[in-house]
Each structure stands twice: as structure tokens, then as C-alpha cells.
């Protein structure tokens, strides 16, 4: 599934646990008539990934 719409909010990087399992999360806005916030979560490796963003920039997501 694939999602095209704003960034909203890029929140940093937590660690949890022993195990140091790492999580990020990313809140986009859709650009549809009616717009809807959804929260994306990455995790682990795929948190460097958003690295390269930053609110307000227009962007496609694929998730699973």
C-alpha cells in the first residue's frame, strides 16, 4: 500500500529495552479532500531512512 501526502512530524529515534530495539515514527497528512493524519512507525535499520526528510515535504510511502 502506498501512501502520498505531507510530513507533519518527524520524532526522533527511541531505543527500548535490553535488546536496544530501535523505533521512529513519522505522522504524514493526506492530500485528499478530507486530509487524515496517519502515523507510520519504522523500525530498527529502517529508522536512518527518514533521515533525509523534514516536515512539510511532500512524499510517498509504501508500507506493508
Partial sequence: ???TGTIK???ETA???ASCFKKRELVLTTNEQYPQHILV?????KCDLLNNFTECQEVKVAIN
Fill in 1 to 3: 500500500m502506498e501512501i
Fill in 9 to 11: 512530524t518527524i520524532k
Fill in 15 to 17: 531505543t527500548f529495552g
Fill in 41 to 45: 512507525e519504522f523500525v530498527q535499520d
